[in-house]
């Protein structure tokens, strides 16, 4: 054997570490592209949107969450899109572009978590499975608090995993991934659980307590700032309170069944159901399926595997258990979405160990195709109407143009508009300003004492505008199943809507179905 043939291997190990290193960024550069042409001016109606887009507007304005506009999660989506929009201006764009950043940092996370087992063409072929899945699910992406502490989760596992293969506890890795893992439970208070099962596993599976002081002095880190700012603000106590609010009536009105999908299953799965609506179903039932199947392959890996594989396989499904138990009580198709990165990394990784290593390359080819064709047969086809707004130049369907193009000519910007029950979009989109604390009154979930609130603020500052969707039982119960039936209707708002507003449209109906009434002179 010649001295070149004794250096192949390592030479090969190399080469292959080396396009390890490079996945991840170009994982990311494919991603974002495909993420902003997909949804960086797509705007449509959703319902939880505008919590967070109107919030961070409220904050670029200079008010203060809790103590001047009711927040039902953590601070930290609110402070983080508000900075975006002072320094980038109150656009959809900005904000959506950061969502883009987050959804590419997914994959590339997928990808650089399931080069750790397989080689590079495997973990892109898998990132770019699930960056299809995201462009080509029913359920359209846009602004929530979930991406945003999620991506911050993930960033915390990749830390720990880093800090633990390099075997240096006092590097840099552990505190950063508390730091990460404190901005998450920042932003959803839930993901407490995540940071939890990190600091349990570095304590007892990564056997490190200098690593788990640093993680723990890392999640201190992002918590001291934020309270100090809450304390400062004088929002700190109502934030605690809120928070109590949340476990008596949140969790009620909110819980959903696992896997709840809101009649995907009558409206996509029927025969003679096109290639692209099945790609639409399978898309939107898989984060449904990703648990189970991840809890079967590492139970086979477990089995089978060599110790190091097992200790890393433990911390990945440790994280994404704790990602799951966050999303409680939603368990719904929808909101196992937000979370599904975890269990499609862990899907990935206990199918590299399980599977011979010269099936991986195959694999890879097969996923390749399989995104492609994928891509290609479900992108939408619609075309989209550019619309100008406050919020910037947005492309909606032909429906949603009609739909805000009446609102836009009736309501300017600047005018005062009360939006009732559920759609803080509108107040984002419009420019329009909210008299009362509260951007959403939900229906079955709000109790007496937060309707007397918002009434009474409408009573001292009455909004010239109203915009009313009537939501009918059916749709409430659609949406939020466990809705407390005694609070579907608030009949006290509504008088005070029948008694100094009345309906500014002809036929008394603008074409989404809502009511637009106008202050009585």
């Known amino acids: ?64 969450p809790y103590r001047d506009f009711f927040v039902l999660t953590g601070p930290g989506t609110f402070w983080f899109y508000g900075g975006v929009f002072h320094f980038f201006g109150a656009a959809l764009a900005s904000a959506r572009f950061v969502l883009c950043c987050e959804l590419a940092s997914m994959c590339a996370a997928i990808s650089w978590l399931a080069g750790r087992f397989a080689g590079a063409a495997f973990a892109i072929a898998s990132a770019l499975l699930f960056l299809v899945m995201l462009l080509t699910s029913l359920y359209p992406l846009y602004i929530t608090h979930r991406w945003d502490s999620n ?66 002095a890392g999640i201190c880190l992002p918590s001291f700032a934020a309270t100090g700012v809450l304390l400062h603000e004088g929002a700190f106590g109502i ?50 399926l990703l648990p189970p199947l991840a809890m079967l392959g590492c139970a086979l890996v477990f089995s089978r595997s060599n110790r190091s594989a097992r200790k890393l396989l433990g911390l990945l499904t440790v994280v994404s258990v704790g990602s799951l138990l966050a999303c409680y009580p939603r368990f719904g198709a929808a909101q196992l979405l937000f979370g599904s990165a975890f269990f499609w990394a862990l899907c990935t ?65 600047g005018e005062s508009l009360f939006v009732y029950p559920y759609l803080p979009s509108l107040y984002f989109v419009l420019g329009a300003n909210n008299p009362t604390r509260y951007a959403w009154l939900q229906p079955g979930m709000m109790g007496p004492s937060d309707v007397h609130s918002a009434l009474t603020e409408l009573k001292t500052r009455p909004p010239h505008w109203i915009v009313w969707h009537d ?51």
């Not at 291997?9 to 190399?14: I, V, Y």
């Not at 007892?204 to 788990?212: H, Q």
């Not at 109590?244 to 159901?273: C, E, K, M, V």
């Open 1 to 64: 054997m010649t001295t070149l043939q004794k250096a192949d291997p390592p030479l090969r190990a190399s080469r292959a570490a080396a396009l390890n290193r490079t996945a991840p960024p170009l994982v990311f550069i494919v991603a974002l592209p495909l993420l902003w042409l997909r949804f960086g001016h797509w705007f449509y109606l959703s319902i939880d949107e505008g919590i967070y887009l109107e919030g961070a507007r409220r904050i670029a304005s200079g008010q203060v």
């Open 151 to 216: 991506t911050f989760a993930l960033l915390a596992l990749i830390f720990v995993w880093s800090a633990y293969v390099s075997k240096s506890p006092t590097g840099p890795h552990y505190l950063i991934a508390g730091v990460c893992a404190g901005i998450a439970a920042w932003i959803t208070p839930p993901l407490l659980m995540v940071a939890a099962a990190l600091a349990l596993w570095i304590a007892l599976g990564a056997k490190s307590k200098l690593g788990f002081w640093r993680f723990a």
């Open 239 to 288: 934030m605690l309170r809120t928070l109590g609010w949340d476990a008596s009536n949140y969790a009620g009105a909110n819980r959903i069944a696992y896997g709840a999908l809101a009649g995907t299953f009558r409206s996509f799965w029927r025969p003679g159901a096109t290639l692209a609506a099945i790609v639409h179903f399978s898309d939107s039932i898989l984060p449904v």
């Open 349 to 413: 990784c206990a199918l590299a160990c399980l599977l011979p290593r010269r099936a991986h390359s195959w694999l890879a080819a097969g996923a390749f195709l399989i995104a492609g064709a994928g891509l290609f047969a479900a992108w939408p086809q619609e075309p989209l109407k550019p619309i100008e707004t406050p919020a910037g130049v947005l492309r909606v369907s032909r429906r949603q143009y009609v739909q805000l193009n009446d609102l836009l000519t009736a309501i300017k910007p």
């Open 471 to 521: 939501f009918t039982e059916a749709f409430i119960l659609k949406n939020w199943p466990s809705s407390d039936r005694t609070k579907l209707r608030f009949p006290e708002m509504e008088q005070f809507f029948a008694t100094n507003y009345h309906v500014s449209t002809p036929d008394g109906v603008v074409p989404i179905g809502y009511r637009l009434l106008e202050r009585n002179q």
